[in-house]
C-alpha cells in the first residue's frame, strides 16, 4: 500500500514538485488562492428568526400599512368621475350613424350630441380625458414604428426617416412625424356645453395647454427650425401622415407654442400606453373662483366623429374627474395596503397563539436519564 502526506503547503497552493515559478517542471494548481475572500470565509450576518423579532414585525407592518391603506382608499373614493361612452354601437346611441359609416379616408366630419346630467358639483380643476379600449399601444412593433430624432426637430431626420417607421416611413415625399403612433392620433374634437333650465347654453371653456408632460414639451419634441414661425417652410419637402387630414404645421395655426411637433394632443398620444385600455389627457377645466367648476345640472357633449374604432372591436369614451394629492381615482393602491396591513396583523396573532400554547414545551420537557 501506498501511504499519502499531507502537505501544508499544497493545501496553500503549492506542491512540492514544482520548481519555482516559470522554471522546468512547473505545475500551476487550479485551486484558488488560500484568501478569506476566494475561499469564502469573510465574516457574514445571518438572521436568527425568533418569535421576539418576527411578532413585532408583523405587528408593526399591520399597524402601519391599514391606517395608510384606509386613507388612500378614502381619499380615491373622494374623487369624482363621470364617464360617457360615445362609441356609437348601440343603435339608440346619438353616435350610431357616424360609428357605422365613417372611415379613415372619409373627408366629411360626422357630428352627433349627447345630453347626460352631473348630480354633484366637481370642485377645483376638472380633468377632462378621452379613453380607448382594445387599442394596443404596447405592441412591440407599434412601440418601435417612430423617429425620436425626427420628433426632435433633427433636420437630416425630417427627409430621411428612420427604417423603424415603416411602412408609415415615406408616401412619395418622407412623412413627417412618420411611423404608426403618429400615423393613428386620436384626432375627435370634444365640446362641452352647460344647459341652463330657461333653455339656452353655454359653452366651458376647455383649455388645451398644460396637458403634456414638460420634459415632452421642451425637451423631447422641438420644431425644426428652432423659433421659426414659419412651419410650412421648415416642413418644406415632407408630407402628411397616411390617415391625417391636414399636415403637422396646421394642427394648432391659431397658436404658434402649441403647433407642429410640439402641439400638445399630438405629444399626449405618442406617449404609448402601457395596457389596451387606457385614458388620455385631453383637455382642463380651470378652477372658477365664486361657483363650482362644473355645477349639477344639465350638460351637451358635442363630437366631431373623427376616429374610427369598430374595425378593432374597439370602444371610445369621455370621461370628466377631479384629482387629489395621489392623483386620479384608483382604489387599487389602497386596497393593496389594506389586504398586506390584515394579511400581517393575522399572521402575526396566529404566530402569537402558537406561540404562547407551544413555544415553551422544548424549555420545560424534561430529559430522562
Known amino acids: ?21 516559470g522554471g522546468p517542471g512547473a505545475i500551476k494548481s487550479k485551486k484558488p488562492d488560500n484568501t478569506a475572500f476566494k475561499q469564502q470565509r469573510l465574516p457574514a450576518w445571518q438572521p436568527i428568526l425568533t418569535a421576539g423579532t418576527v411578532l413585532p414585525a408583523f405587528f408593526v407592518i399591520g399597524l402601519i400599512f391599514i391606517p395608510i391603506g384606509i386613507g388612500l382608499f378614502v381619499t380615491s373614493n373622494n374623487i369624482k368621475e363621470f364617464e360617457i361612452d360615445y362609441t356609437g354601437v348601440e343603435e ?9 359609416n365613417y372611415a379613415w379616408n372619409n373627408t366629411n366630419p360626422c357630428q352627433c ?9 366637481f370642485e377645483s380643476n376638472v380633468f377632462m380625458y378621452y379613453g380607448l379600449s382594445n387599442f394596443y399601444q404596447n405592441h412591440r412593433r407599434y412601440v418601435k414604428s417612430r423617429d425620436d430624432s425626427q420628433l426632435n426637430g433633427d433636420k437630416n ?6 427604417k423603424e417607421c415603416e411602412p408609415y416611413r ?30 339656452t347654453s353655454i359653452s366651458i371653456p376647455l383649455s388645451k395647454t398644460g396637458i403634456a408632460w414638460w420634459t415632452d414639451k421642451h425637451v423631447k419634441f422641438r420644431n425644426p427650425g428652432g423659433n421659426n414661425n414659419n412651419l410650412s417652410a421648415a416642413f418644406a419637402g415632407t408630407t402628411k401622415p397616411v390617415n391625417w387630414r391636414k399636415p403637422v404645421y396646421e394642427l394648432d395655426p391659431s397658436d404658434p407654442n402649441n403647433n407642429g411637433f410640439i402641439n400638445e394632443d399630438f405629444i399626449v398620444w405618442m406617449r404609448t400606453a402601457a395596457l389596451p385600455t387606457f385614458r388620455k389627457l385631453y ?42 394629492w ?21 399572521l402575526g396573532v396566529v404566530l402569537l397563539i402558537i406561540h404562547h400554547n407551544y413555544g415553551s414545551r422544548s424549555n420545560n420537557a424534561d430529559i430522562p436519564n
Open 1 to 21: 500500500m501506498m501511504a499519502s502526506s499531507y502537505n501544508a503547503k499544497e493545501e496553500d497552493g503549492h506542491h512540492s514538485g514544482a520548481v519555482g515559478p
Open 92 to 100: 339608440s346611441s346619438p353616435c350610431h350613424i357616424c360609428s357605422q
Open 113 to 121: 350630441s349627447i345630453p347626460f346630467t352631473l348630480e354633484q358639483p
Open 157 to 162: 431626420s425630417l427627409t430621411n426617416p428612420s
Open 170 to 199: 415615406t408616401n412619395g415625399l418622407p412623412i413627417a412625424p412618420c411611423g404608426a403612433i403618429a400615423n393613428s392620433l386620436f384626432n375627435d374634437t370634444l365640446e362641452l356645453l352647460y344647459n341652463f333650465p330657461n333653455g
Open 283 to 324: 383637455r382642463i377645466i380651470h378652477k372658477n373662483k365664486d361657483m363650482p367648476t362644473l355645477p349639477p345640472g344639465n350638460y351637451t357633449l358635442n363630437i366631431t366623429y373623427n376616429y374610427p374604432v369598430l374595425s378593432f372591436d374597439g370602444r371610445k369614451r369621455m370621461i370628466l374627474s377631479t384629482i387629489s
Open 326 to 346: 395621489m392623483g386620479g381615482k384608483n382604489p387599487f393602491l389602497g386596497i393593496a395596503y389594506i389586504t398586506v396591513g390584515s394579511v400581517c396583523f393575522f
